[in-house]
């Protein structure tokens, strides 16, 4: 949704200057209207980063070590998971599957 309005408020900053620089000074629209369209593409990019990464900034370290030892728990019962998983894969590899029976028996 933000990147919706970002075109439009965008198009509108650049209208507004547009035309405040119509009204203040009509004969010199010409003169500007270049550094105008060089400085569109910047004001633009920067308006594109400030509502795009806006509301993620950096947390408080307290959230950070919160976040780092949420996530080191949940890594740490993941692990346990795999373990026992590798534990029952090598129970079932050292006991001889019924097709390694019929190919000894023949």
């Not at 119509?22 to 980063?49: E, F, H, K, R, T």
């Not at 795999?82 to 129970?91: Q, Y």
Request: aromatic share 4%; proline share 6%.
């Amino acid at each position: 949704m933000v990147r919706n309005r970002l075109g439009w408020m965008a198009l509108a900053v650049l209208a507004a200057a547009g035309f405040g620089i119509y009204v203040l000074a009509p004969g010199g629209m010409v003169a500007v209207l270049p550094y105008v369209l060089l400085v569109a593409c910047p004001v633009s990019m920067l308006l594109m980063m400030r509502f795009m990464h806006g509301g993620q900034g950096t947390p408080h370290e307290d959230e950070a070590d919160l976040a780092a030892g949420a996530r080191l728990a949940r890594l740490k019962s993941q692990h346990a998971v795999l373990d026992e998983e590798i534990a029952a894969l090598e129970r079932d590899e050292v006991r001889p599957s019924p097709e390694d029976e019929k190919a000894t028996r023949t």
